[in-house]
């Protein structure tokens, strides 16, 4: 039984050619950025447009770098050990909070960060402002711009790398002042030896305090079971003879024994938290100091055109469709058959597809 074309028979071609009203096909969507082609290219020119124009009108910057090796000189605490171990004293190693994470936290903490911004620097053009002048910030009071400054530093002027292997941090700053760059890079490095000298200092003076109570306390407890075993053996000269005292003296010499143990580990940590107290040994390595920038920072005009494309592109392809949404007719609307006359033309007008139709 054959099928009349003029009451809509199904025909191959016919039946592939007709698309569901709520259905798009790859070729429905060709053929939107194909009719639609002068608004994704008008998108894809003014966003490159506006890429280049931002790229060759910002201001200058210069970008400074400085690396270091987050722990303290390898001699130096080997000669501090080797020193040490001579009194009998242990002095512990760097831990966790030499390693590379730990500094690439500090150096985004508000602890550092605050201490930068507050500080004035000398910009040859300007003199001697405070950073917050010189980044421009208005805010109503000062708290508050010195808040913001801290965010400027943390999101835009300086970032840090660590090697994955080497454990070598990099800060870069990038301002529109090489002076500025290479002053602030230069705080880092002093507040990170600083900060941790502070902490590490108090923190000792703190165990040291506490390390000396528990000395005296542990002292005291020593002389008194000394005192027990002498008042023992002045009152027993000859205890041996008796199992009972035998056993009293090995107890009251074991008391001794212990007491001495628990002093003797005291004092040596007392030591140890005194020489703590007192060191200055780096905690840093500083491999790179920062250097004043030579010259501006490339534009990357290349990357801006770039940028410009895919933006532009994306934008065009969404403007494209919005306006296609709204010009194209609904179902039920004659002129939806000149829609699907169309897009038949366009499906034939294909090599590979026409012919398989």
Same mark, same amino acid.
């Given at each position: 039984?054959?099928?009349?074309?003029?009451?809509?028979?199904?025909?191959?071609?016919?039946?592939?050619? *007709?698309?569901p009203d709520d259905e798009i096909s790859l070729w429905e969507v060709l053929a939107v950025l194909l009719r639609r082609r002068g608004t994704i290219a008008l998108a894809i020119f003014v966003c490159v447009g506006l890429a280049v124009a931002y790229t060759l009108l910002r201001?200058?910057?210069?970008?400074?770098?400085?690396?270091?090796?987050p722990q303290g000189s390898e001699a130096s605490a080997s000669q501090l050990l080797a020193?040490?171990?001579?009194?009998?004293?242990?002095?512990?190693?760097?831990?966790?909070?030499?390693?590379p994470a730990f500094y690439a936290e500090l150096l985004a903490s508000r602890e550092i960060l605050h201490r930068v911004a507050a500080r004035s620097y000398l910009v040859e053009s300007r003199g001697t402002v405070p950073l917050i002048d010189l980044l421009e910030i208005e805010e109503d009071t000062e708290p508050l711009r010195v808040e913001e400054a801290i965010g400027r530093l943390r999101d835009d002027i300086v970032s840090i790398a660590t090697g994955r292997e080497t454990g070598i941090l990099t800060i870069e700053v990038t301002t529109e002042w090489p002076e500025l760059s290479t002053a602030i890079a230069e705080r880092l490095l002093d507040e990170i030896q600083v900060f941790n000298l502070e902490t590490r200092r108090s923190q000792a003076a703190?165990?040291?305090?506490?390390?000396?109570?528990r000395v005296d306390s542990a002292r005291v407890a020593l002389i008194t079971a000394e005192d027990a075993m002498q008042v023992f053996l002045q009152a027993n000269r000859r205890y041996e003879d008796s199992p009972e005292l035998t056993f009293q003296a090995e107890r009251l010499q074991r008391e001794i024994a212990r007491q001495q143990q628990v002093y003797t580990g005291l004092v040596q940590s007392f030591e140890e938290a005194r020489i703590a107290e007192v060191r200055d040994t780096p905690v840093i390595t500083v491999l790179q100091s920062p250097y004043l920038p030579p010259g501006p920072d490339d534009r990357s005009l290349l990357l801006g055109i770039a940028l410009g494309l895919v933006l532009g592109g994306m934008a065009g392809v969404v403007l494209a469709f919005l306006v296609e949404a709204v010009r194209r007719p609904a179902p039920g609307d004659p002129a939806r058959e000149d829609?699907? *006359?169309?897009?038949?033309?366009?499906? *034939?007008?294909?090599?590979?597809?026409? *012919?398989a139709s």
């Open positions: 039984m054959t099928s009349d074309p003029q009451h809509g028979g199904g025909g191959p071609a016919a039946a592939t050619s *007709r698309l201001p200058d910057t210069f970008t400074t770098q400085a690396s270091f090796q020193l040490a171990g001579q009194f009998g004293v242990n002095v512990p190693g760097g831990g966790d909070e030499l390693s703190a165990e040291r305090v506490f390390i000396e109570a829609f699907q *006359r169309a897009w038949d033309a366009l499906v *034939r007008s294909i090599p590979l597809v026409g *012919r």
